[in-house]
């Protein structure tokens, strides 16, 4: 093994919440299946069992991807922190390993793995949930929960969402870090506090929100920049959606080619790898607290 | 031969603060070297310099290298405990092991595995459950698996009881230290590194107070407990410090001809403690 399979096992070792955290959430979620009520209407076509294959799938995962996020953001905030509040950053800068090897794992871990290990649990945790609720509501859903298609499906979605979100929210991810590698105490506040005075300030002296705007549209504006959320492919009867209005299948969803040719997604992008070459050349600076 | 460790004019600033002043200092391969001085002289500036940790002014080369440019590449030739308590909590003593044995192309596992097993210390415990001196140990046997040309340690007994101190200083001497090897230890506690060390070197305030070999030592300062009738005479040839014991006058000297000195009084070399604290008082008086 490499010197970076090593720094990645050490992310493993030291935050044991990154497998810890979403084995117990999946197993609330199964102990819910198990033992939460079910009333699910019975269903009666082909498209509504579809759509309840779906829907189940989606729900899991969203929930998994939640949890997920709040992990990350923590862990992205404390992991050039941590070694410098407890001093052991001098027992790791003692070996031969570069400064940049050790924030760039780090980000990996954050950015990359943690999101494949929730995924990994998110289908984990539907197979056990979709296992358990059939014999419960048999008679209801039959074996609509069942269907590879729609799993199928779900897998690209995640793979999908995983490359987005490693994009778009490279930015913050660089930013938090930078903010763990630089802080002497208070990390969250320090990661909160400078944006908001930015935003604060430019509305009181010019009274505009372009910072505002520009910090609102990247926390949330990832759904529609990686979907086809609004756009008008999505209206009734154009084919793609049901008659829900939900899309037909993830390939009508997604919209990879809107969001790789975004220079909104690029310039993000990087800000991002500028804000980590700034924690690198912070971690090789500062040592301790 | 090139020093190991050659600075000129190393200069570190800490704001206003001036941690280092234009220090000049080398360490020559095969020595243990003692950096002393008082809390806040400066010593684990230098340090930190000389481990790549911090960026500085002035010249510096370790093992031929610039260290805050090149710590990576240093860091396979020089290796260094900077406290006891540095070993994170979480790390188990087995995964410590193979992550070092992993990282570290010049790493003995056999070596670290063989000097635990001396110990009480099982690897499947954490840092966080072990004692100071249990951690200390398990600090040195990994530090000491490492075929490094220079060992770097920073106060690496503090917090330690009289025993385990012993038992560091030990292992040290006796287990790691040959001839291929060079040893830099800073610590402001000087009795305790006295009868180890080689070479010694004084920092206060930032400054150089003195460089030199303990060969040295002996044939250029000298202490005279004089006799109360020379003291006049002992005086005027300009001891650099003075002090009182027992009722005696203890004068030391730095270049003068020990026969001169033989007419005062009593001769004796100064033991490194007590040069140390002639010549941080005596440069201030």
Redesign the interface.
């Known amino acids: 093994?490499n010197?970076n399979?090593?720094?990645i096992?050490?992310e493993f070792?030291?935050n044991r919440a990154i497998w810890m955290l979403p084995a117990v959430f999946g197993a609330l979620l199964i102990l819910a299946a198990l033992f939460g009520q079910v009333s699910i209407p019975k269903l009666t076509s082909q498209l509504e069992m579809h759509e309840a294959a779906g829907a189940f799938q989606v729900i899991v995962g969203v929930m998994f991807y939640v949890v997920m996020s709040v992990y990350s953001t923590w862990y992205l905030l404390d992991c050039l922190y941590a070694?410098r509040k407890?001093?052991?950053?001098?027992?790791w800068?003692?070996?031969?390993?570069?400064?940049a090897k050790t924030v760039l794992s780090k980000l990996i871990v954050g950015m990359v793995l943690i999101p494949l290990v929730y995924f990994a649990a998110a289908d984990a945790t539907a197979l056990i949930a979709a296992f358990i609720l059939s014999i419960r509501a048999r008679a209801a859903i039959g074996s609509a929960l069942w269907q590879p298609d729609v799993w199928w499906q779900m897998q690209v979605l995640w793979v999908y969402c995983i490359i987005t979100t490693a994009l778009w929210y490279l930015p913050i991810a660089g930013w938090l870090m930078l903010v763990s590698a630089w802080a002497k105490r208070a990390v969250m506040l320090w990661a909160i506090l400078p944006p908001l005075l930015l935003y604060l300030l430019e509305r009181v002296f010019f009274g505009t929100h372009t910072i505002g705007n520009v910090l609102a549209r990247r926390m949330a504006g990832w759904p529609w920049a990686a979907f086809n959320g609004a756009k008008h492919v999505w209206t009734e009867g154009s084919g793609v959606v049901d008659n829900n209005g939900v899309p037909v299948t993830v390939w009508h969803l997604i919209n990879p080619s809107g969001f790789f040719t975004s220079a909104e997604t690029w310039i993000g992008a990087a800000v991002g790898i500028a804000l980590i070459v700034a924690a690198i050349q912070l971690r090789?600076?500062r040592?301790e607290i | 031969m090139a020093p190991l460790i050659e600075a000129r004019e190393l200069t570190k600033k800490y704001g206003a603060h001036v941690a280092l002043d234009r220090a000049n200092l080398n360490v020559e391969a095969g020595r243990i070297v003692g950096l002393i001085g008082p809390n806040g002289a400066g010593k684990t500036s230098a340090l930190?310099a000389i481990?790549g940790?911090?960026?500085y002014e002035g010249q510096l080369t370790v093992l031929g290298r610039e260290p805050?440019r090149d710590?990576?590449?240093?860091?396979?030739d020089c290796?260094?405990?900077?406290?006891v308590?540095?070993?994170?909590?979480?790390?188990?003593v087995d995964?410590a092991i193979d992550?070092?044995a992993?990282?570290?192309?010049r790493f003995r596992r056999d070596r670290a595995t063989a000097f635990l097993a001396k110990t009480q210390i099982s690897g499947k415990r954490r840092m966080r459950e072990l004692s100071k001196g249990m951690k200390t140990q398990v600090?040195l046997a990994l530090?000491m698996a490492i075929d490094a040309k220079l060992l770097v340690l920073d106060e690496p007994t503090l917090g330690l009881d009289i025993l385990a101190r012993r038992a560091f200083y030990d292992a040290l001497v006796n287990d790691y230290m040959d001839e291929t090897r060079t040893i830099l230890i800073t610590t402001h506690q000087v009795e305790e590194v006295e009868n180890l060390l080689t070479d010694i070197i004084f920092i206060d305030k930032g400054r150089i107070v003195l460089d030199t070999s303990l060969e040295d030592v002996a044939t250029r300062f000298a202490a005279v407990a004089v006799k109360a009738d020379r003291l006049d005479a002992a005086r005027a040839e300009k001891p650099f410090y003075e002090r009182q014991i027992l009722g005696k006058v203890v004068l030391y000297f730095e270049s003068v001809d020990a026969g001169k000195l033989a007419a005062f009084g009593e001769l004796h070399t100064p033991s490194v403690s007590d040069l140390f604290v002639a010549k941080l008082s005596g440069g201030a008086a």
Do not use: Y
């Open positions: 093994m010197t399979t090593w720094l096992r050490r070792w030291e070694d407890d001093r052991s950053i001098l027992f800068k003692s070996l031969p390993i570069s400064d090789l600076r040592t | 930190r481990l940790l911090t960026h805050f710590r990576t590449a240093l860091m396979n290796c260094f405990i900077a406290d308590a540095v070993l994170p909590s979480w790390l188990r995964q992550f070092v992993g990282v570290h192309p600090h530090t």
